[in-house]
């Protein structure tokens, strides 16, 4: 046989064999059989979902490190008690020791410390408690973020007016969708209910405009006194 025929014939057998291939419309491809879904035991899922819950819950304390978390610590011991105010604060003279104990670990101002390893939102409040419209979009976007067991966020509000800001600022928060209180579930399966908020703090942080990233420095159109803003931080700490 001739060669070229062979070639000619074995070429058109193949056509052949791909027409067969072919759906009915003539220009539709059989689809491969999607292969099975892996079958995921119960346990292991779960074990697996214990596991990312441990890491998330690691993260914060391996960013900030043990001095951040004893300084939360310390500030709480000092804070957390009964007061008849409907946002309680814990004034600088009650933090001073805490703060100072802080900074000589720290070796740096706990407020630089504090902007640079929290998640955080600075707020430029008018003397009317209002947020100019970028820096509320920030606090929503801020507050849809999905939040742990022990997630609580810190207020911080220095000068002679830092509990009235730091209301106007909690309310902000609120309204955007961080409740004050909040049911979650725990590692072992209870409920339990958690408050959502540390105890402000009354404290000029005395931070200077070198220490804030661009879009936390004040526009245009926002107070430029730093000795103003108030600094809302995401505490992620057990």
């Known amino acids: 046989m001739n060669v070229r025929l062979s070639v000619v014939k074995s070429g058109f057998l193949g056509s052949c064999l791909g027409a067969l291939l072919l759906t009915s419309a003539g220009c ?3 689809q491969p059989t999607p292969a099975a879904r892996p079958v995921v035991d119960a346990e292991v899922l779960e074990s697996l979902n214990e596991r990312i819950r441990v890491v998330e819950e690691s993260l914060p304390l391996l960013a900030c490190g043990p001095e951040v978390k004893a300084l939360l610590q310390d500030v709480r011991a000092l804070c957390e008690q009964p007061s008849a105010d409907s946002l309680p604060i814990c004034d600088e003279k009650k933090l001073k020791i805490a703060i100072v104990k802080a900074e000589r670990e ?10 640079a390893v929290l998640r955080h939102e600075i707020l430029y409040l008018t003397e009317n408690g209002e947020l100019a419209s970028k820096r509320a979009e920030r606090v929503a976007v801020m507050a849809k973020e999905r939040r742990m067991p022990s997630t609580k966020f810190l ?5 002679d007016d830092g509990l009235v800001r730091a209301r106007h600022a909690r309310a902000l928060l609120v309204k955007h969708g961080i409740p004050e209180k909040e049911r979650v579930v725990e590692s072992d399966g209870t409920i339990k209910e958690v408050e959502r908020f540390e105890t402000a703090w009354k404290l000029p942080l005395n931070v200077q405009a070198t220490d804030l990233r661009s879009f936390d420095k004040p526009s245009a159109l926002e107070p430029k006194d730093l000795s103003r803003a108030v600094f809302v931080f995401r505490t992620d700490y057990l």
């Open 155 to 159: 207020i911080v509000a220095g000068g």
């Open 28 to 30: 539709t491809m059989l």
């Open 106 to 115: 720290l070796d740096q101002r706990v407020g630089k410390k504090l902007l």
